[in-house]
T-cell receptor
Framework: GENVEQHPSTLSVQEGDSAVIKCTYSDSASNYFPWYKQELGKRPQLIIDIRSNVGEKKDQRIAVTLNKTAKHFSLHITETQPEDSAVYFCAAPPDTGFQKLVFGTGTRLLVSP | DTEVTQTPKHLVMGMTNKKSLKCEQHMGHRAMYWYKQKAKKPPELMFVYSYEKLSINESVPSRFSPECPNSSLLNLHLHALQPEDSALYLC?????????????FGPGTRLTVT
């Protein structure tokens, strides 16, 4: 089955710096890779996703890159702000059936003013 | 309406109680999910319903019983729970389990079993 590894587990940056979170997956058939942001006490929110026919996708200050050969994908946040502080989860479906998502272990991002 | 709603927000129950969690979406999504999330852990899939039929049960103990009365509603019936079942229970929905998943989560029910 699919195994998703996520690093780092915690990340502290200064406001305005960039933050990068990386995930690797094991199932080469996976072709959809979402990222979720979960603030303390709140629901996970889908912030960006990428499909395997695309290498990079941007949405304002966030971007996701995908390397299918190496089976890893990354979340990039530029010009970080204190409100970016949250836990970020990557995920991947275990096969092309999209029946479920397997989540990474999460990265706690702390942005200090 | 682009939201998934869940009730109640908080629930405290004893080990002999019977309670139900409710989830509702009006986005026309045909796949609905129950997740369990412990503190500082990722969401852990419990059940998947597709077109109102149970399609995945991740070997969840029978003290958790899901129900999908119609395409907008999803219930989770709880009976004889254990303290270790205390967690945040999240509902999610997506357009169709055959399409690339864009799962949207509800706010969750924080369950405490005493």
């Amino acid at each position: 089955g699919e195994n998703v590894e996520q690093h780092p587990s915690t990340l502290s940056v200064q406001e305005g710096d960039s933050a990068v979170i990386k995930c690797t997956y094991s199932d080469s058939a996976s072709n959809y890779f979402p990222w979720y942001k979960q603030e303390l006490g709140k629901r996970p929110q889908l912030i960006i996703d990428i499909r395997s026919n695309v290498g990079e996708k941007k949405d304002q200050r966030i971007a996701v890159t995908l390397n299918k050969t190496a089976k890893h994908f990354s979340l990039h946040i530029t010009e970080t702000q204190p409100e970016d502080s949250a836990v970020y989860f990557c995920a991947a479906p275990p096969d092309t059936g999209f029946q479920k998502l397997v989540f990474g272990t999460g990265t706690r991002l702390l942005v200090s003013p | 309406d682009t939201e998934v709603t869940q009730t109640p927000k908080h629930l405290v129950m004893g080990m002999t109680n019977k309670k139900s969690l409710k989830c509702e979406q009006h986005m026309g999504h045909r796949a609905m999910y129950w997740y369990k999330q412990k503190a500082k852990k990722p969401p852990e899939l419990m059940f998947v319903y597709s077109y109102e039929k149970l399609s995945i049960n991740e070997s969840v103990p029978s003290r958790f019983s899901p129900e999908c009365p119609n395409s907008s509603l999803l219930n989770l019936h709880l009976h004889a729970l254990q303290p270790e079942d205390s967690a945040l229970y999240l509902c999610a929905s997506s357009q169709d389990r055959a399409q690339p998943i864009e799962q949207y989560f509800g706010p969750g029910t924080r369950l405490t079993v005493t």
